[in-house]
């Protein structure tokens, strides 16, 4: 069979050139080329989807408090761009490009790319919401007709989490979308390579990966896809190469692009 490329994923966007999670990092991670977009969403008071990490807005916004606390329009009033340079702040043109993103535009963005490309979404917990942010996860894909019965590699969208609640939640509503199983350390069940029920990609961190490298042979032999996180510097990327993995997640996609000969 024939290997394919190791697909290379924006996380957070290209999120070394511009804000995390805002359209102006998506807008270049396409520009630069990536195959696929990482983002993570969580649900607000009002229950819209946004692409934010942490549970609260202090540390990427001029705002404060809990993304679940806070409605859309709240949100929309906040700077989510100008802490990346707070010496000299870049000039992002149009506010929409650090406002808030809404997990909606970023499908939009995806749709009007002009080429494929792939979206990998990660739920965040714990969260108030339990089951609500997936069931409306499921709702918003349903409406981009991004939930259709399509190969499983070829799929269009996958949702990954480090909760293996919210992945059985998803596999059971819709098995026919791909999710990935998140880990930041070496699993109890590492031995037989066995991935939380409804999962069928692993996804462990570069951390894991350096520091135990036959836990992907493993894996692969089991018949899992293995996508990396957060990878950005050179020799880790080579590493990843060496290991045969399916997909690297990096916040420097144009420089991960250009190592693998893409560029």
Not at 74 to 86: N, P, Q, V
Request: aromatic share 4%; proline share 6%; glycine share 8%.
């Amino acid at each position: 069979m024939t290997q394919l490329p190791i697909q290379v994923v924006a996380h957070r966007g290209a999120s070394e050139d511009a804000p995390e999670h805002t359209l102006a990092a998506y807008v270049k991670a396409i520009e630069d080329g990536s195959d696929a977009l990482e983002c993570d969403v969580r649900l607000t008071a009002d229950g819209h989807l946004v692409c934010v990490h942490d549970r609260r807005v202090n540390r990427t916004s001029n705002g404060r408090g809990a993304v679940s606390a806070l409605e859309l329009a709240e949100l929309a009033a906040l700077d989510f761009g100008s802490w990346k340079d707070s010496e000299e702040s870049p000039d992002w043109g149009d506010r929409e490009f650090t406002s808030v993103l809404t997990l909606e535009r970023l499908l939009e963005l995806v749709a009007d790319a002009g080429r494929p490309i792939q979206l990998a979404i990660e739920t965040k917990h714990p969260t108030r919401w339990r089951g609500q942010v997936e069931e409306r996860l499921l709702h918003l894909l349903k409406r981009f007709g991004l939930d259709g019965p399509v190969g499983y590699e070829e799929s269009p969208v996958r949702v990954m989490s480090f909760s293996a609640r919210s992945l059985h939640r998803i596999a059971a509503a819709a098995p026919q979308i791909p999710t990935v199983s998140l880990m930041q350390f070496l699993p109890l069940r590492a031995r037989e390579a066995r991935l939380p029920a409804g999962a069928r990609i692993a996804g462990p961190g570069i951390r894991l990966v350096r520091n135990h490298p036959s836990y992907v042979e493993r894996l692969h032999a089991a018949g899992h896809q293995v996508h990396v996180w957060t990878v950005n510097e050179p020799e880790d990327v080579e590493f990843c190469v060496e290991l045969g993995v399916e997909a690297i997640i990096t916040n420097r996609p144009k420089q991960v692009l250009e190592q693998l000969g893409r560029g």
